[in-house]
C-alpha cells in the first residue's frame, strides 16, 4: 500500500528542484538569443529552445535520481517509514517529474519560438518532432523517467556495496545508456559513444525505455532491502 503523505513529501520537495530548474534554464535560453545581439562575437547554434532544454533535463533527471537517495532514505526510516513506502515514493515521483519537466519545457518552447523566431521543427534522440508534438513529449517524458531511475540505480550501488563495487556500477551504467541510445539511435549521455545502429520504432524506443526504467526500479528493491541504514 501506497503512504500518501510519504509520497508528497518526495513529490514536492522534488519538484521544487525541478520548477527552480525550468525557471533557471528559461533565463538561460532568453540569455543564449539576447547576448548575440549586443556581442557580435559570440555565435549561437540555431537549435530551438526545446532541444537545448531537452539535453540539459536528462542531466538534470540523472542528478535528481542521484540525489534522491541519499537525501531521502534516511529520513524515510527515522520517521518509520520502510524501503517499501520509499521506493515507491520514489517511483510516483520520478513519473511526476518527468510528466512536470516535459510539460514546462513544452510551455517554455511555447512561449520562447514565436518571440525568438526559433526553428519549429525540434531534432531530439536524432528524430525531428514538432516543438509541441505528442512524439516530443512522449520522447522526454520517457527518457526522463529512464534517467531518474538509472541515478538512483547508481547511488544505490554505492549505498549498499561501496566505493570499488560503486564505480563498477557506474560502468553497468554507462553500457545501459549505450543500449538506450542503440533505442533512440543517438549518442550515451555518459560515453559520448554514437549509437551502433539507427535506433528503431519512435513509439517501440519509449516504450522499450520504460520497461527498462521498471526493471530498475524493482531491481532497487532488491538492492535497497538489506542496506544499513545510520540514523542519528
Known amino acids: 500500500m501506497i503512504d500518501k503523505r510519504a509520497t508528497k513529501v518526495?513529490?514536492?520537495?522534488?519538484?521544487?528542484?525541478?520548477?527552480?530548474?525550468?525557471?533557471?534554464?528559461?533565463l538561460v535560453v532568453i540569455g543564449m538569443e539576447v547576448i548575440p545581439a549586443f556581442v557580435s562575437r559570440i555565435e549561437i547554434p540555431d537549435t530551438s529552445a526545446l532541444e537545448a532544454i531537452y539535453q540539459s533535463s536528462k542531466v538534470?533527471?540523472?542528478?535528481?535520481?542521484?540525489?534522491?537517495?541519499?537525501?531521502?532514505?534516511?529520513?524515510?526510516?527515522?520517521?518509520?517509514?520502510?524501503?517499501?513506502?520509499?521506493?515507491?515514493?520514489l517511483t510516483i515521483s520520478g513519473l511526476l517529474l518527468a510528466v512536470t519537466l516535459s510539460v514546462?519545457?513544452?510551455?517554455?518552447?511555447?512561449?520562447?519560438?514565436?518571440?525568438?523566431?526559433?526553428?519549429?521543427?525540434?531534432?531530439?534522440?536524432?528524430?525531428?518532432?514538432?516543438?509541441?508534438?505528442?512524439?516530443?513529449?512522449?520522447i522526454m517524458v520517457s527518457t526522463y523517467v529512464f534517467y531518474f531511475a538509472l541515478g538512483m540505480f547508481i547511488t544505490s550501488i554505492f549505498y549498499r556495496f561501496g566505493w570499488i563495487i560503486g564505480i563498477l556500477g557506474v560502468g553497468v551504467a554507462i553500457f545501459i545508456t549505450i543500449i538506450e541510445s542503440y533505442l533512440f539511435g543517438t549518442e550515451s549521455i555518459f560515453s559520448g559513444l554514437h549509437s551502433l545502429g539507427d535506433g528503431v520504432n519512435l513509439y517501440l524506443a519509449a516504450l522499450l525505455t520504460l520497461v527498462a526504467s521498471g526493471l530498475i526500479f524493482m531491481l532497487l528493491k532488491k538492492l535497497l532491502a538489506r542496506v544499513q541504514i545510520s540514523v542519528s
Open 104 to 138: 514546462g519545457a513544452l510551455l517554455v518552447s511555447a512561449l520562447l519560438t514565436p518571440i525568438f523566431d526559433q526553428p519549429t521543427q525540434a531534432v531530439i534522440n536524432e528524430t525531428a518532432v514538432h516543438y509541441l508534438s505528442i512524439d516530443a513529449a512522449l
Open 60 to 89: 538534470f533527471m540523472l542528478v535528481v535520481g542521484i540525489m534522491a537517495i541519499y537525501t531521502f532514505l534516511n529520513l524515510f526510516i527515522e520517521f518509520g517509514k520502510t524501503r517499501q513506502d520509499y521506493i515507491h515514493a
Open 10 to 26: 518526495v513529490v514536492a520537495d522534488t519538484h521544487i528542484w525541478t520548477l527552480w530548474f525550468i525557471g533557471g534554464f528559461t
